[in-house]
């Protein structure tokens, strides 16, 4: 594999983004424009009714983001008019046919002029709606793939997906891609286009029966749970894009695609600034709880690695994987490529549980009164059977000793139960989602990605500004400098 110069190839680029509004796409867009000016053209696809409503998105969502302030200062006066002649919006919907693009004149626009396809567009959250995560996170991907096809200039198509389409699988996870209808635990059957049917089937019952969107909603994200189970997933975030990958394995014919599978993505490590990040992101739900003094136990296996990766670092990844196929210095347009950090340079729940410990003791959060939260050592549970004994513990014991003498006892215990009830059933539902990951005993490999990074050394690639080797992160310097203060600055508040 050979490179060029990354800031070479970018130029006079036209790149369509999908997802737009994502976390890692804006901070794609704004490397993009910040290395290299003389790009031509970046399309941004953005769920809209019309163009003025994308518009408002454009600016509201992304340019106005305190990530773009180095943009900003570099371009001073001239930001707006550089971002008018960069950016293009899309009005658009990647779960729809031709990404629902209603301008059969921009259609046809997009189609001649893009040299790069970059799909980022994805619905993350473990329990989404089956409907919803099929409709984006797999079907979509089948009409990005099919509008690529249409593009004349087409060099590379690169997708975004999870390295998490591995499941629980424990061991060394190679990248290997996922073969069509073959599922984790052995259970054949697994029919991408039967999945979408049986949704419309489940949606069609439930509207005959006059049920409420809100039981829609419900019923929509346990089948996607429970058909996620089935095949040996344990979400339905993952089920879904391991069947996306599924569909350009059988799909891609002569078209360049290149698969990213990032870990867990954490703030930014270096650019445009150490610690911007957007969203309380996977295990940074924790990290919040804890600095707020409402995280009282953490289930996890201290030992085991969990596999964090900046932001900016995955974003580099996928500009040199880019560059590296789209340049066609690769025999292999169906390269996939682990973005991550556990066999590079690892890092353990122990690391969290101590910086986290550290940080918050030294700098607590100030909460809306102006006190600050001080934390503790918090307990830590091994086991699901050591957290069921918690729970129990702490929440139902103390109500075995309370004395139904009169009605207002009775009415206090009614109370109580209900509203212990409704905590660990929130509680047990959040340990069943993040279960697969606190106790994940895996490791991704990344020989692809080590062969990546070899190959821009060796080449003209200015690794100075599109570093992705996680070797360089020392982690306490990065978790207590710039994590945790950037979960503070941009999420706490």
């Not at 996170?137 to 390295?163: E, M």
């Not at 419309?200 to 909603?217: D, F, M, T």
């Not at 139904?404 to 340990?431: D, P, W």
């Amino acid at each position: 594999m050979e490179l060029g110069s990354v800031l070479h190839f970018l130029e006079d680029k036209t790149i369509l983004v999908t997802g737009a509004t994502g976390f890692l796409a804006k901070i794609f867009v704004e490397k993009i424009l910040r290395c290299q000016s003389n790009v031509k053209k970046l399309y941004l696809l953005l769920r809209a009714t019309d163009i003025e409503s994308a518009t408002h998105r454009l600016h509201h969502e992304i340019v106005e983001k305190e990530l773009f302030r180095l943009l900003k200062e570099k371009l001073g006066t001239k930001f707006n008019s550089f971002v008018s002649e960069k950016l293009s919006v899309v009005p658009g919907d990647i779960s729809k046919q031709d990404l629902d693009l209603k301008d059969s004149i921009l259609m046809d626009h997009i189609c001649n002029q893009t040299d790069i396809i970059v799909n980022i567009a994805a619905t993350t959250n473990f329990d989404e709606r089956y409907d919803v995560a099929l409709g984006i996170n797999t079907f979509g991907v089948k009409h990005v793939l099919n509008f690529a096809k249409k593009c004349t200039k087409l060099k590379v198509l690169l997708h975004v997906s999870t390295a998490y389409v591995c499941g629980e699988r424990g061991g060394v996870v190679v990248e290997d891609p996922q073969e069509m209808g073959v599922s984790l635990n052995g259970v054949v059957g697994l029919d991408i286009d039967m999945e979408m049917k049986l949704v419309q089937q489940k949606l069609n019952q439930l509207r005959e029966q006059g049920a409420s969107e809100h039981h829609i909603k419900l019923a929509m994200k346990e089948l996607g749970i429970q058909r996620a189970n089935m095949y040996g997933w344990p979400n339905t975030y993952v089920f879904t894009k391991a069947m996306g990958e599924m569909l350009i394995q059988t799909s891609k014919e002569n078209t360049p695609v290149v698969i990213v599978r990032p870990t867990i993505i954490t703030s930014t490590y270096r650019e445009p600034f150490p610690g911007w990040v957007e969203g309380v992101r996977t295990i940074d739900s924790l990290i919040v709880a804890y600095g707020k003094g409402k995280l009282s136990c953490f289930l996890a296996d201290l030992k085991a690695v969990f596999d964090v990766i900046p932001a900016d670092m995955v974003v580099n990844a996928m500009i040199v994987a880019m560059v590296a196929h789209g340049n066609k210095s690769s025999s292999d347009d169906n390269i996939i490529y682990h973005v991550g950090s556990s066999v590079s340079n690892p890092v353990r729940y122990q690391n969290l549980h101590d910086y986290s410990f550290k940080y918050f003791t030294a700098k607590p959060w100030i909460n809306k009164e102006g006190k600050p939260i001080r934390v503790g050592k918090i307990t830590i549970l091994s086991s699901m059977a050591s957290f069921h004994r918690y729970m129990f513990i702490r929440y139902l014991l103390p109500l075995k000793g309370l004395k139904l003498v009169n009605e207002a006892s009775c009415k206090y215990f009614q109370e109580t139960y209900h509203e212990l009830y409704r905590k660990i059933h929130g509680v047990m539902r959040l340990v069943d989602l993040y279960k697969p990951y606190v106790f994940f005993n895996g490791v991704f490999d990344n020989m692809n990605t080590e062969k990546l990074l070899r190959a821009a050394r060796e080449g003209r690639a200015e690794m100075d500004l599109f570093f992705f080797d996680p070797k360089i992160i020392d982690w306490e310097e990065y978790f207590m400098n710039i994590h945790f203060p950037g979960i503070s600055m941009y999420i706490f508040k």
